[in-house]
């Protein structure tokens, strides 16, 4: 009963250090997604893939870049972090794209940059 | 624009107490979807519950209890004899439909910190 897999759950980076978190989901979803967590704000989209080969910016990607490496894979990678991108991150996928598709969660990653 | 609002952002109440968990949402659809989603102090979310806007009956799940209410843009969310449990930050999110460009993306309100003490 996997669900949404994400990798690592935790990391520290300093500022400018590049890294990729990792997700991946046995439901055979179509769709993934990645979202951020910040205090008072809620979950915000960054990227989202709504079929395997097709990815499109969601409503924060400034600073990131996303690859849907197969139909269960969907990374996401910061090339320089920044402070601003200290943030718990959650994976997540849904069956299809059409709106209302219930949308499951990873664990989330907590990421610290300093 | 779609909004979710969350005015409450903690709750405290004691075990046994009902609480009640509000959300008012803002939307230009007529077709959208409703979701509420749990996050205990491990982290992760959970899905709990997704409503249709066609859908206006009450859902009742165990001790969880949901009421829609559409001529307010409310979808409520009710614990009945709170447990240490259900102490989490919970989460309602909107989904629109086809008028606004359609797609699957959530809104989330900024959730409420429910907190339920012996």
């Known amino acids: 009963n996997a669900g949404v897999t994400q990798t690592p759950k935790f990391q520290v980076l300093k500022t400018g250090q590049s890294m990729t978190l990792q997700c991946a989901q046995d439901?055979?979803?179509?769709?993934m997604y990645w979202y951020r967590q910040d205090p008072g704000m809620g979950l915000r989209l960054i990227y989202y893939s709504a079929s395997e080969g097709t990815t499109d910016k969601g409503e924060v990607p400034n600073g990131y870049n996303v690859s849907r490496l197969n139909k269960r894979e969907f990374s996401l990678r910061l090339e320089s972090a920044a402070p601003s991108q200290t943030s718990v991150y959650f994976c997540a996928s849904s069956e299809k794209w059409a709106s209302g598709n219930t949308i499951y969660f990873g664990e989330g990653s907590w990421l610290t940059v300093v | 624009a779609q909004k979710v609002t969350q005015a409450q952002t903690e709750i405290s109440v004691v075990e046994k107490e009902d609480v009640t968990l509000d959300c008012v949402y803002e939307?230009?659809?007529?077709?959208?979807?409703l979701f509420w989603y749990k996050q205990p102090p491990s982290g992760e979310l959970v899905f709990l519950i997704r409503?249709?806007?066609?859908?206006?009956q009450n859902e009742i799940s165990g001790r969880y209890s949901w009421n829609f209410q559409k001529s307010t843009s409310s979808f409520n969310f009710t614990i009945t004899a709170s447990q240490v449990v259900d102490s989490a930050v919970y989460f309602c999110?909107?989904?629109?439909?086809?008028?606004?460009?359609?797609?699957?993306?959530?809104?989330f309100g900024t959730g409420t910190q429910l907190k339920v003490e012996l």
């Open positions: 439901m055979n979803h179509n769709s």
């Open positions: 409503r249709n806007s066609f859908d206006e």
């Open positions: 939307t230009r659809d007529t077709t959208y979807y």
């Open positions: 999110a909107l989904s629109e439909g086809a008028l606004t460009g359609g797609g699957n993306k959530l809104t």
